[in-house]
């Protein structure tokens, strides 16, 4: 819903609906806080944001310390609604298509009606706002006010500075109590045998957020045959792997299909909330960026700038030795897990009881949880790096880091199994090492993602309440405006769908990697994301403060990542089927023939995978036609505004300013 100003309650409260918190260094200098305020105040026409902006007063615990550096920030109707434009959210039109958002057109969009007041959701208010305060640039300041090493020039964002200097600690949007207690209910309160909530998800969290849980429930959804046909594999008793070569060829289709159709399932949705069409904004350099200033040749502005040829030496120099590194001690480890398993093996060879039985799982259990103890630490030293490297942009930093860690994470995860499967050629011990490290890792996960932080979170949230009872009894469970704002400020940070999708990558290349050799891999992992589903939505709503809304038109770098998991596992599955018995009995005495028809197969697959990829289109084609209508319709509109220069029909220069803005907005629409 469209935000409106609101009257204070009882004096303390702000004269506005609160979106957004900005929260400043305690011992920060007045004339910097008076400088920033001022800028976020002042009208868009003298370069400021034109925003509301209030102290936040203090809480009931005032004599405790607490930083009363807080402040809440919001905007008018009309405001929100240039910045909408300004932002260039797509809004659905009165057609049924979805165009870019004009004020001059706003009365022909769909549930825009009087002033605006439900048009826009809250989680759209609080993007315009993050928007408007990083567009917030520098004039002729030299520096923020009181901290002359806090350099500034013109056109620097002024909260990206403040940000990488340590003044602003963190800028976060508001939890709405009322909405969020509607989602909680319909998203993961009651138990339930039907879809999420996308809709919703996405109305309060943003289109990234609403994408990633869609394909967590699509990915579950399609590995319901799998799990059903390795049901099939165990209730009969065909787990003498003679029989898997039919579950092989499945495995080599189905990763191929299920990318193929979500692609055309998330580019549905994201027509759907408006963002497939929507042009991707111009980037920023990252917070972290530093260099010699100088000036950006597409800008026009200052900022700074760092020699390319030195950051590649940077990455091929150390990051690169470091990440072989990285995994030549993975392979030492893994020849340890093996030392381990032989000795075991010898034991239970020696004397079988009941106990020596139970040894045989110890190994796996142990390499699992280093296994993840290392992924843990490789992660941290991986975002060191990419940092160190000083990538200029967001999306490059993100890039890197996200290929650094699945190079660490795949060979990590998978190196022992591919060795037990190609190497020692022992099918029984891969699956039984598949079964323990696919149980343990979800444990794992399950236990650091959802209950660690939710105990976490509890222990502060019992600290606060007892510092509020002591001032007054709640007679109910709403707190305070001050009290609710500083709970929010102590909560964890959600740090993004990054540790989310890895964890989906890694099921994913269990399940089409060698799920064929132990067939119930698919069910632990459909009920592994059963219930990611739900520890998920509860830590996004109890447990971590609200993110700013991300506006995805799909899942990005991890479309790629999938994709090439699905080709090495056509690979993987050809060199199980070849492998198998049952495949063997048909070469008796040529060994190399043998091989030859498997690669010949492979190649033949891939080649199938990839016409399959191209005769499937990513786009449906009704959404194909409404966006080829809208490119159109928006030419056609340019045509109409542009002035004739043809030597007769001249503007005067006056009015030149003006039909290049019509032009934009017409271009738009």
Not at 19 to 33: C, F, N, R, T, W
């Amino acid at each position: 819903m469209m935000l409106q100003e609101q009257s204070g309650d009882g004096g303390g409260g702000p004269r506005f609906t609160p979106l957004v918190v900005l929260e400043l260094v305690s011992d920060i200098k007045e004339e910097a806080v008076a400088w920033l305020l001022s800028r976020i105040r002042d009208p868009q026409q003298n370069g400021g944001a034109e925003l509301l902006v209030e102290q936040l007063g203090p809480g009931v615990g005032a004599q405790e310390k607490e930083n009363p550096n807080m402040f809440l920030v919001g905007a008018s109707r009309q405001r929100l609604l240039s910045g909408a434009e300004d932002a260039g959210l797509f809004k659905e039109f009165n057609d049924g298509s979805m165009r870019g958002f004009t004020c001059s057109n706003k009365h022909n969009f769909k549930d825009f009606q009087g002033d605006g007041d439900n048009f826009l959701s809250m989680a759209e208010c609080q993007y315009i706002i993050k928007h408007e305060l990083e567009t917030l640039r520098a004039k002729d300041e030299t520096h923020v006010p009181g901290y002359t090493q806090a350099k500034l020039y013109p056109g620097k964002s002024i909260i990206r500075r403040l940000l990488s200097k340590g003044i602003l600690i963190q800028v976060f949007p508001l939890h709405e109590k009322e909405e969020l207690k509607k989602l909680c209910f319909s998203w993961y309160k009651k138990v339930k045998l039907s879809l999420q909530p996308l809709d919703d998800i996405r109305h309060y969290y943003g289109e990234g957020q609403a994408l990633y849980f869609g394909f967590l429930e699509y990915f579950t959804f399609a590995l319901v045959p799998m799990a059903l046909i390795g049901l099939l594999y165990y209730v009969f008793d065909w787990e003498d792997y003679d029989k898997y070569v039919v579950f092989a060829m499945f495995n080599v289709i189905w990763c191929t299909v299920i990318l193929e159709l979500w692609k055309r399932f998330s580019a549905s949705l994201a027509y759907q909330w408006g963002t497939l069409s929507r042009k991707k904004a111009f980037e920023e350099p990252r917070p972290g960026f530093h260099g010699v200033l100088g000036f950006n040749p597409v800008t026009g502005r200052q900022e700074p700038l760092y020699p390319n040829a030195k950051r590649q030496l940077r990455i091929y120099l150390v990051s690169l030795p470091f990440v072989l590194l990285c995994l030549y001690l993975s392979l030492y480890v893994m020849m340890i897990y093996f030392q381990m398993e032989g000795w075991v093996l010898s034991v239970h060879d020696e004397d079988p009881t009941f106990w020596t039985g139970i040894l045989l799982f110890i190994p796996s259990i142990i390499y699992a949880v280093v296994i993840e103890i290392m992924n843990l630490i490789y992660r941290y030293a991986a975002e060191f790096l990419t940092e160190w490297e000083n990538h200029r942009l967001e999306s490059s930093y993100q890039n890197h880091l996200v290929l650094k860690v699945l190079v660490f994470n795949f060979f990590n995860c998978f190196a022992s199994l591919f060795y037990i499967a190609f190497v020692m050629q022992d099918i029984v011990l891969l699956r039984q090492s598949l079964a323990t490290l696919l149980i343990t890792s979800q444990i794992l996960n399950q236990f650091m993602e959802a209950f660690l932080p939710y105990w976490l979170q509890r222990r502060r949230n019992k600290k606060m309440i007892r510092k509020i009872r002591k001032r007054r009894t709640l007679e109910d469970k709403e707190l305070p405006l001050a009290e609710q704002v500083r709970l929010e400020a102590d909560m964890s940070t959600y740090l993004g769908t990054f540790d989310d999708y890895l964890e989906l990558f890694l099921l994913f290349g269990y399940v089409s990697l060698f799920s064929c050799v132990y067939p119930l891999s698919a069910v632990l992992v459909v009920l592994n994301n059963i219930t990611e589903i739900y520890s998920d939505a509860f830590k996004m709503c109890r447990v971590f403060k609200r993110p700013f809304s991300d506006p995805a038109a799909n899942i990005g770098v991890w479309q790629l990542a999938f994709e090439a998991m699905s080709v090495i596992a056509v690979v993987t599955n050809c060199a199980l089927i070849g492998m198998s018995p049952q495949v063997k009995a048909y070469f008796p005495e040529s060994e190399m023939q043998l091989i030859l028809w498997t690669v010949a197969i492979e190649h033949g697959l891939l080649a199938f995978k990839f016409i399959l990829t191209f005769l499937i289109p990513d786009v449906p084609k009704h959404i194909q036609i409404k966006l080829a209508r809208l490119e159109f319709e928006s030419l056609e509109a340019l045509k109409k505004k542009r002035p004739l220069h043809g030597g007769k029909c001249l503007k005067p220069r006056s009015s030149v300013r003006a039909s290049s803005e019509e032009e934009r907005r017409a271009y738009r629409y």
